[in-house]
Protein backbone atom coordinates (compact mmCIF):
# COMPACT_ATOMS: atom_id res chain seq x y z
CA UNK A 1 0.00 0.00 0.00
CA UNK A 2 1.40 3.04 -1.06
CA UNK A 3 0.78 6.30 1.23
CA UNK A 4 1.79 9.69 1.73
CA UNK A 5 2.60 11.45 4.60
CA UNK A 6 2.35 15.32 5.15
CA UNK A 7 3.40 17.75 7.50
CA UNK A 8 2.87 19.83 9.24
CA UNK A 9 -1.00 19.08 9.21
CA UNK A 10 -1.88 22.13 10.50
CA UNK A 11 0.00 25.55 9.85
CA UNK A 12 -1.30 29.40 11.29
CA UNK A 13 1.50 32.26 9.75
CA UNK A 14 1.12 36.25 9.31
CA UNK A 15 0.91 37.83 5.90
CA UNK A 16 4.80 38.16 4.83
CA UNK A 17 5.73 34.83 6.04
CA UNK A 18 7.75 32.21 4.52
CA UNK A 19 6.22 28.32 5.09
CA UNK A 20 7.67 25.05 3.71
CA UNK A 21 5.16 21.78 3.59
CA UNK A 22 6.65 18.29 3.24
CA UNK A 23 5.16 15.17 1.44
CA UNK A 24 7.00 11.91 2.45
CA UNK A 25 6.44 8.20 1.64
CA UNK A 26 8.51 5.08 1.62
CA UNK A 27 6.74 4.32 -2.12
CA UNK A 28 8.47 5.72 -5.27
CA UNK A 29 6.17 7.32 -7.66
CA UNK A 30 5.86 7.98 -11.44
CA UNK A 31 4.69 11.35 -10.94
CA UNK A 32 3.31 13.75 -7.88
CA UNK A 33 0.85 16.42 -8.04
CA UNK A 34 -0.25 19.40 -5.60
CA UNK A 35 -3.35 20.53 -5.19
CA UNK A 36 -5.20 22.96 -3.69
CA UNK A 37 -8.52 23.12 -2.22
CA UNK A 38 -10.93 25.62 -0.41
CA UNK A 39 -13.67 24.90 1.62
CA UNK A 40 -16.82 23.53 -0.21
CA UNK A 41 -14.78 23.32 -3.73
CA UNK A 42 -12.72 20.55 -4.98
CA UNK A 43 -9.10 20.23 -5.01
CA UNK A 44 -7.67 21.79 -7.68
CA UNK A 45 -4.06 21.51 -9.41
CA UNK A 46 -1.27 23.28 -8.59
CA UNK A 47 1.66 21.24 -10.80
CA UNK A 48 2.79 18.06 -11.62
CA UNK A 49 6.54 16.67 -11.02
CA UNK A 50 7.48 13.86 -12.85
CA UNK A 51 12.19 13.71 -12.53
CA UNK A 52 14.11 13.31 -9.90
CA UNK A 53 15.14 16.67 -8.35
CA UNK A 54 12.72 18.37 -10.37
CA UNK A 55 12.00 22.16 -9.30
CA UNK A 56 9.20 24.06 -10.38
CA UNK A 57 8.37 27.86 -9.53
CA UNK A 58 4.62 28.98 -9.70
CA UNK A 59 5.17 32.73 -9.07
CA UNK A 60 6.09 32.56 -4.90
CA UNK A 61 5.50 29.05 -4.86
CA UNK A 62 8.38 26.53 -5.21
CA UNK A 63 8.00 22.56 -5.69
CA UNK A 64 10.72 20.10 -5.68
CA UNK A 65 10.58 16.53 -6.17
CA UNK A 66 13.02 14.47 -4.55
CA UNK A 67 16.04 12.37 -5.84
CA UNK A 68 14.60 9.28 -5.12
CA UNK A 69 11.00 10.18 -6.30
CA UNK A 70 9.91 9.56 -3.10
CA UNK A 71 9.12 12.91 -1.56
CA UNK A 72 8.47 16.51 -2.55
CA UNK A 73 8.53 20.09 -0.83
CA UNK A 74 6.26 23.04 -1.64
CA UNK A 75 7.63 26.30 -0.39
CA UNK A 76 5.76 29.64 -0.20
CA UNK A 77 7.70 33.07 -0.21
CA UNK A 78 6.04 36.16 1.43
CA UNK A 79 2.31 34.49 2.18
CA UNK A 80 -0.68 36.02 1.13
CA UNK A 81 -4.44 35.94 3.05
CA UNK A 82 -5.30 34.16 -0.41
CA UNK A 83 -3.13 31.40 -0.04
CA UNK A 84 -5.29 30.16 2.87
CA UNK A 85 -6.29 26.40 2.25
CA UNK A 86 -6.00 22.93 2.45
CA UNK A 87 -2.70 21.45 0.83
CA UNK A 88 -2.80 18.37 -0.85
CA UNK A 89 0.31 16.07 -1.94
CA UNK A 90 -0.83 13.33 -4.88
CA UNK A 91 1.18 10.79 -6.09
CA UNK A 92 0.78 8.37 -9.30
CA UNK A 93 2.38 4.95 -8.75
CA UNK A 94 4.99 3.50 -11.22
CA UNK A 95 2.89 0.23 -11.35
CA UNK A 96 0.49 1.09 -14.80
CA UNK A 97 -1.91 -1.68 -13.44
CA UNK A 98 -2.95 1.07 -10.78
CA UNK A 99 -4.82 3.98 -11.89
CA UNK A 100 -5.29 5.80 -9.27
CA UNK A 101 -4.33 8.81 -7.08
CA UNK A 102 -2.86 8.28 -3.72
CA UNK A 103 -3.19 11.72 -1.59
CA UNK A 104 -1.78 12.91 1.54
CA UNK A 105 -3.74 13.79 4.16
CA UNK A 106 -3.12 17.44 3.59
CA UNK A 107 -1.60 20.61 5.30
CA UNK A 108 -4.07 23.20 6.44
CA UNK A 109 -2.61 26.60 5.87
CA UNK A 110 -4.02 29.85 7.38
CA UNK A 111 -2.79 33.26 6.13
CA UNK A 112 -3.41 36.34 8.95
CA UNK A 113 -3.53 39.44 7.54
CA UNK B 1 -15.81 26.12 -20.59
CA UNK B 2 -17.86 24.03 -18.33
CA UNK B 3 -15.94 22.22 -15.72
CA UNK B 4 -16.50 19.30 -14.07
CA UNK B 5 -20.36 19.22 -12.62
CA UNK B 6 -22.07 17.29 -10.03
CA UNK B 7 -25.47 17.02 -7.98
CA UNK B 8 -26.80 16.41 -5.81
CA UNK B 9 -24.18 19.01 -4.14
CA UNK B 10 -25.75 18.44 -0.60
CA UNK B 11 -27.75 15.79 0.66
CA UNK B 12 -28.99 13.79 3.77
CA UNK B 13 -30.05 10.09 3.89
CA UNK B 14 -30.54 7.40 7.02
CA UNK B 15 -28.89 4.27 7.57
CA UNK B 16 -29.54 1.78 5.11
CA UNK B 17 -30.90 4.03 2.39
CA UNK B 18 -29.36 3.84 -0.97
CA UNK B 19 -28.05 7.09 -2.63
CA UNK B 20 -26.99 8.22 -6.43
CA UNK B 21 -24.24 10.96 -7.43
CA UNK B 22 -23.89 12.10 -10.55
CA UNK B 23 -20.97 13.62 -12.30
CA UNK B 24 -20.78 15.00 -15.79
CA UNK B 25 -16.71 15.54 -16.44
CA UNK B 26 -15.09 18.17 -18.84
CA UNK B 27 -16.30 17.60 -22.74
CA UNK B 28 -13.75 15.85 -24.24
CA UNK B 29 -12.66 14.03 -21.66
CA UNK B 30 -13.12 10.29 -21.29
CA UNK B 31 -11.89 9.18 -18.14
CA UNK B 32 -13.79 9.45 -14.62
CA UNK B 33 -12.57 8.89 -11.38
CA UNK B 34 -14.32 9.01 -8.14
CA UNK B 35 -13.02 9.68 -5.00
CA UNK B 36 -14.17 10.07 -0.94
CA UNK B 37 -13.06 12.52 1.16
CA UNK B 38 -13.87 12.00 4.68
CA UNK B 39 -13.85 15.61 7.05
CA UNK B 40 -10.06 16.01 7.82
CA UNK B 41 -8.72 13.77 5.19
CA UNK B 42 -7.14 13.72 1.72
CA UNK B 43 -9.24 11.72 -1.06
CA UNK B 44 -9.28 8.04 -0.90
CA UNK B 45 -9.60 6.30 -4.53
CA UNK B 46 -13.00 4.34 -5.32
CA UNK B 47 -13.17 4.15 -8.95
CA UNK B 48 -11.50 5.15 -12.22
CA UNK B 49 -13.79 4.45 -15.86
CA UNK B 50 -12.60 5.27 -19.08
CA UNK B 51 -14.42 4.25 -22.35
CA UNK B 52 -17.34 3.02 -20.13
CA UNK B 53 -14.81 -0.15 -18.78
CA UNK B 54 -13.92 0.23 -14.82
CA UNK B 55 -9.94 0.47 -14.86
CA UNK B 56 -9.51 0.43 -11.03
CA UNK B 57 -11.05 0.28 -8.00
CA UNK B 58 -10.04 1.22 -4.82
CA UNK B 59 -10.79 -0.94 -1.16
CA UNK B 60 -14.10 0.08 -1.07
CA UNK B 61 -16.98 -2.53 -0.30
CA UNK B 62 -19.19 -3.98 -2.71
CA UNK B 63 -21.94 -1.27 -1.50
CA UNK B 64 -20.18 0.97 -3.85
CA UNK B 65 -20.17 0.63 -7.74
CA UNK B 66 -20.75 2.61 -10.60
CA UNK B 67 -20.70 3.03 -14.36
CA UNK B 68 -19.90 5.32 -17.22
CA UNK B 69 -22.72 6.07 -19.69
CA UNK B 70 -21.87 6.47 -24.06
CA UNK B 71 -21.37 10.72 -23.25
CA UNK B 72 -18.94 9.88 -20.24
CA UNK B 73 -20.91 10.87 -17.61
CA UNK B 74 -21.01 8.77 -14.96
CA UNK B 75 -23.18 7.58 -11.54
CA UNK B 76 -21.80 6.44 -8.31
CA UNK B 77 -24.12 4.38 -6.37
CA UNK B 78 -24.05 3.41 -2.75
CA UNK B 79 -25.94 1.08 -1.24
CA UNK B 80 -27.25 -0.04 2.84
CA UNK B 81 -25.29 3.46 3.77
CA UNK B 82 -23.92 3.50 7.07
CA UNK B 83 -22.98 6.48 9.25
CA UNK B 84 -19.13 6.03 7.98
CA UNK B 85 -20.23 6.79 4.48
CA UNK B 86 -20.59 10.53 5.50
CA UNK B 87 -18.10 12.13 3.49
CA UNK B 88 -17.30 14.64 0.44
CA UNK B 89 -17.57 12.51 -3.21
CA UNK B 90 -16.00 14.07 -5.81
CA UNK B 91 -15.31 13.41 -9.27
CA UNK B 92 -12.75 13.82 -11.37
CA UNK B 93 -11.89 13.54 -14.97
CA UNK B 94 -9.03 13.40 -17.27
CA UNK B 95 -8.42 13.92 -20.73
CA UNK B 96 -7.34 10.37 -21.90
CA UNK B 97 -6.45 6.89 -19.56
CA UNK B 98 -3.19 7.94 -17.55
CA UNK B 99 -1.47 7.80 -15.11
CA UNK B 100 0.38 11.13 -14.32
CA UNK B 101 -2.43 12.71 -12.10
CA UNK B 102 -3.44 16.21 -13.27
CA UNK B 103 -7.14 15.33 -12.37
CA UNK B 104 -9.78 18.08 -13.10
CA UNK B 105 -12.41 17.66 -9.71
CA UNK B 106 -15.70 18.59 -9.57
CA UNK B 107 -16.95 20.88 -6.30
CA UNK B 108 -17.85 17.60 -4.93
CA UNK B 109 -21.13 15.96 -3.21
CA UNK B 110 -21.50 16.24 0.38
CA UNK B 111 -22.97 12.98 1.96
CA UNK B 112 -24.52 13.37 5.18
CA UNK B 113 -25.72 10.01 6.77
CA UNK B 114 -27.86 9.94 9.62
Known amino acids: TQLLEQSPQFLSIQEGENLTVYCNSSSVFSSLQWYRQEPGEGPVLLVTVVTGGEVKKLKRLTFQFGDARKDSSLHITAAQPGDTGLYLCAGAGRDTGRRALTFGSGTRLQVQP | DAGVTQSPTHLIKTRGQHVTLRCSPISGHKSVSWYQQVLGQGPQFIFQ???????GRGNFPDRFSARQFPNYSSELNVNALLLGDSALYLCASSPAFQNTGELFFGEGSRLTVL
Open chain 2, 49 to 55: YYEKEER
